[in-house]
């Protein structure tokens, strides 16, 4: 059997009720980091310019990285980095669940991986809620700056 999500897959094995998948993605979520503070934590923007995304966002149904990308303080390609490492400080799910006592925690790993020996593998596109955001120029004309380059840690070096 196929399934697209862990928490389905969990569900469907009658391991955790729906409400506690729903409960531990609400939780996920509110300790995701903003998009805004990953871009002041990495350097591709400053607290200024943070705010200026955020006030010029305000009343339209754009994200904060597709204003960043029309005010032309990010491209693309460093929304989408911004993107992956603000993914990367959401709490996984299962963690979540075992945090709230709904699965035990010596069993996740073995649950982690018969999800995944039964999980299609299907290649990734990060984009943002699933938009991608056009590419435009600075308020000056001129191309916005290159992302510092990376180490495999993804620090900036």
């Known amino acids: 059997?196929?399934?697209?999500?862990?928490?389905?897959?969990?569900?469907?094995?009658?391991?955790?009720?729906?409400?506690?998948v729903q409960a531990a993605l609400s939780e996920q979520?509110?300790?995701?980091?903003r998009i805004g503070q990953v871009?002041?934590?990495?350097?591709?923007?400053d607290v200024r310019?943070?705010?200026?995304?955020?006030?010029?966002?305000?009343?339209?149904?754009?994200?904060?990285?597709?204003m960043a990308i029309r005010l032309g303080y990010l491209t693309d390609h460093?929304?989408?980095?911004?993107?992956?490492?603000q993914q990367d400080t959401r709490p996984r799910l299962g963690e979540m669940l075992v945090e709230m006592g709904r699965l035990d925690?010596?069993?996740?790993?073995?649950?982690?991986?018969?999800?995944?020996?039964?999980?299609?593998?299907?290649?990734?596109n990060p984009v943002e809620?699933?938009?991608?955001a056009a590419v435009v120029k600075r308020k000056s004309g001129k191309p916005a700056r290159k992302a510092p380059a990376r180490g495999k840690t993804g620090t900036a070096i």
């Open 1 to 20: 059997m196929e399934y697209r999500r862990f928490g389905q897959y969990l569900v469907n094995r009658g391991l955790v009720k729906e409400s506690d």
């Open 29 to 33: 979520a509110a300790r995701q980091a």
């Open 39 to 45: 871009a002041i934590r990495s350097g591709l923007l």
């Open 49 to 66: 310019q943070v705010m200026e995304i955020l006030r010029e966002q305000a009343g339209t149904c754009y994200f904060f990285g597709e």
């Open 78 to 85: 460093e929304l989408q980095e911004l993107l992956r490492a």
């Open 105 to 124: 925690a010596g069993s996740l790993d073995r649950l982690l991986e018969d999800y995944h020996a039964v999980q299609p593998r299907e290649p990734g």
């Open 129 to 132: 809620n699933g938009r991608k």
